[in-house]
């Protein structure tokens, strides 16, 4: 990895609780291989571009992510022109659903800590979909990867550690929203939110015509959580493995006194 002092590695990839340093679940998780986007880096022109573009789709990401929390909190939030196709697509997924967050000013971006196993992070939401309540995860992606799994079960098994006498959370949901434009000849799909128009699928000699930008939503349970929970800490071994350098330096780190 690029050179960064302790303290740097300490804000990008833990959390301090309770007077001791963990590391988060999403730091955890990136161990885990993307091939996609290995290969998204190799179609780029160069790195720089690729990083401006990332930079760009985070941001999208980040607006989408915050206007939607707002909205499950029961507030009316403006909606930026640029995310408004995402924010319909969000809407009709909730009316296609009953969903109630109990205590939203606490189940909103709440974060977690598993004492035992040394890790921290923060979910999305914790909610009740047809009267079942688990970890909902909102994603803006252009799909719904291995790694989603691995950390949606780490945010399930820390949330039922915190909340032993109360109603544990048994579900795990990602929903994840995104937007284009379709090209009514060949059905491409034209994506802008890179800051760069991106085309994909279709035929690449159609002369392409887009219509309207659309929002759209997938909605989908996780299954296999005893295994996925199993994957996520066998993952964290192998975190502090490759950061193992970094770790023993930490004094507040339990794991490595």
């Known amino acids: 990895m690029p050179y960064m002092t ?3 590695f300490k804000r990008k990839y833990g959390h301090e609780i309770g007077g001791i340093w963990v590391p988060r679940v999403t730091a955890i998780t990136d161990i885990v291989a993307k091939p996609g986007l290995l290969k998204y880096y190799a179609q780029q ?9 990332l930079r760009s789709s985070a941001h999208w990401g980040s607006l989408t992510h915050k206007t939607i929390e707002e909205i499950l909190k029961g507030n009316k939030p ?3 022109p640029r995310i408004l196709p995402s924010i319909e697509a969000f809407l009709r997924w909730k ?3 009953q969903v109630i967050v109990p205590n939203p ?6 974060m977690i800590f598993d004492p035992d196993n040394l890790y921290a992070g923060r979910t999305d939401a914790l909610v009740e979909i047809d009267g079942e309540l688990g970890i909902l995860d909102i994603k803006t992606g252009t799909g719904i990867w291995d790694e989603y799994y691995l950390q949606t079960a780490a945010y399930l098994n820390a949330y039922n550690k915190m909340v032993v006498s ?5 579900k795990r949901w990602i929903l994840r929203v995104e937007q284009y434009e379709e090209c009514v000849i060949c059905g491409a799909k034209k994506r802008t939110k890179s800051g760069k128009e991106v085309v994909k699928g279709g035929n690449p000699l159609c002369s392409h ?8 939503f997938e909605f989908k349970e996780l299954k296999g959580y005893e295994d996925d929970i199993e994957a996520f800490l066998s993952a964290k071994e192998l975190w502090e493995w490759y950061n193992r350098e970094f770790l023993k330096q930490i004094k507040n780190y339990p794991k490595f006194k």
């Open 78 to 80: 403006d909606v930026h």
């Open 45 to 53: 022109e160069s790195f720089e571009a690729a990083q401006i573009q």
């Open 105 to 110: 000013e606490k189940n909103i971006e709440m």
């Open 166 to 170: 109360e109603e544990q959370a048994k």
């Open 95 to 97: 009316s296609q659903y």
């Open 6 to 8: 302790l303290d740097e």
């Open 209 to 216: 015509k887009f219509g309207k930008e659309i929002g759209i």
